[in-house]
């Protein structure tokens, strides 16, 4: 992940944090500093801590279909208000608002201003199996092709493992 894409990132998490201390009476601020120390260490917990716990809880989180992952997040959230003097969510549903919040804002910014940066490989196949361009549908100029193979008989020897 680049500075760029931290700094987006960074950002997004600030606005969702903003908009849920704003409309959640149970998580509160007391100053715009302690809103960045919050925001700086929210996202440092989900660029480290995030994948461990994914990784430890990867059962639950396809027993759940994904809803594993919003309750991760309600616990970096906690966890946050733990260690930052000046940042407070009252309880654990107030988490989950807060967690579901910048999730939702996030989401909505990655739809409206682009994706998060990962390419996509688009590979079509034509009826012969051989790759295709994607773009124009020719195929690609991969060699002579492969001496096709003769039938296999009764009496061959073949091994099935």
């Known amino acids: 992940m680049g500075y760029k894409q931290f700094f987006?990132?960074?950002l997004l998490v600030c606005v969702g944090v903003l908009i849920a201390a704003n409309t959640s009476s149970g998580i509160h601020y007391n100053s715009y500093e302690t809103l960045l120390l919050t925001v700086l260490l929210l996202s440092l917990c989900n660029l480290f801590l995030k994948p461990l716990l994914m990784l430890f809880s990867l059962p639950f989180i396809i027993l759940t279909m994904g809803l594993g992952i919003w309750l991760i997040n309600a616990v970096l959230f906690l966890l946050v208000s733990e260690v930052v003097p000046g940042f407070q969510v009252d309880t654990f549903g107030n988490a989950l608002w807060g967690a579901l919040v910048v999730s939702i804002t996030s989401a909505v910014a990655n739809a409206l201003f682009g994706t998060s940066g990962r390419s996509r490989v688009n590979v079509q196949f034509n009826r012969t199996g051989h790759p295709t361009d994607s773009v124009s549908g020719n195929d690609r100029d991969r060699g002579?092709?492969?001496?096709?193979?003769?039938?296999?008989k009764d009496d061959d020897d073949v091994i099935d493992i």
């Open 8 to 10: 987006k990132s960074w």
């Open 144 to 152: 002579p092709s492969p001496r096709p193979r003769k039938p296999l």
